[in-house]
T-cell receptor, first 113, second 115 residues
């Protein structure tokens, strides 16, 4: 069974603090994506990482793909209330030519003013 | 451009009734995914299609669930008969293959409550 574990499950922090969210699996992904979901909406893509060791930055968000392509982390610097939401990682376990995205268990972040 | 369109947004039905959820993917996208989201189990992949062909339905819970994609612009997910444990938000997503990866574009979801 392909399983993506995220930690922590819940996180409540003050505005301005830093935080890191983790995504781990025992399987190797061909690529990994991070999504954010707000209440009543579908997830929205933040970033895709493909190469082991890859680091991508999106404003205050830094994404890293593990060297072995089995894990990833999302670091937020100086969190803002607008960062509140459910963060989901998704690994691609598809066959060549198709994409099969399996989502992690999710991290629910609340940033307090 | 219109995003992924799902209907209905909300459905409340009684146990044993048939439920049909509908999805219109983004024009030009060649992959379509059905997911189910609950607090307990998170976002689960039920089935996905590529060029209208079902590729992997191993996530479909049981024979009560079926999905079709008769053409590139329409897909349905049917539950017959429905049970209270089917209560969840069902999402449809589409993507366009782009080399190594494809970004998933999600609809707003169909919230199903089975009484």
């Amino acid at each position: 069974t392909q399983l993506l574990e995220q930690s922590p499950q819940f996180l409540s922090i003050q505005e301005g603090e830093n935080l890191t969210v983790y995504c781990n699996s025992s399987s190797v992904f061909s690529s990994l994506q991070w999504y954010r979901q707000e209440p009543g909406e579908g997830p929205v893509l933040l970033v895709t990482v493909v190469t082991g060791g890859e680091v991508k930055k999106l404003k205050r968000l830094t994404f890293q793909f593990g060297d072995a392509r089995k894990d990833s982390s999302l670091h937020i610097t100086a969190a803002q209330t607008g960062d509140t939401g459910l963060y989901l990682c998704a690994g691609d376990f598809g066959l060549v030519g198709t994409y099969k995205y399996i989502f992690g268990t999710g991290t629910r972040l609340k940033v307090l003013a | 451009d219109a995003g992924v369109i799902q209907s209905p947004r909300h459905e409340v039905t009684e146990m044993g009734q048939e439920v049909t959820l509908r999805c219109k993917p983004i024009s030009g996208h060649n992959s379509l995914f059905w997911y189910r989201q609950t607090m307990m189990r998170g976002l689960e992949l039920l089935i996905y299609f590529n060029n209208n062909v079902p590729i992997d339905d191993s996530g479909m819970p049981e024979d009560r669930f079926s999905a079709k994609m008769p053409n590139a612009s329409f897909s349905t997910l049917k539950i017959q008969p429905s049970e209270p444990r089917d209560s969840a938000v069902y999402f449809c997503a589409s993507s366009r293959d782009r080399g190594y990866t494809g970004e998933l574009f999600f609809g707003e979801g169909s919230r199903l409550t089975v009484l």
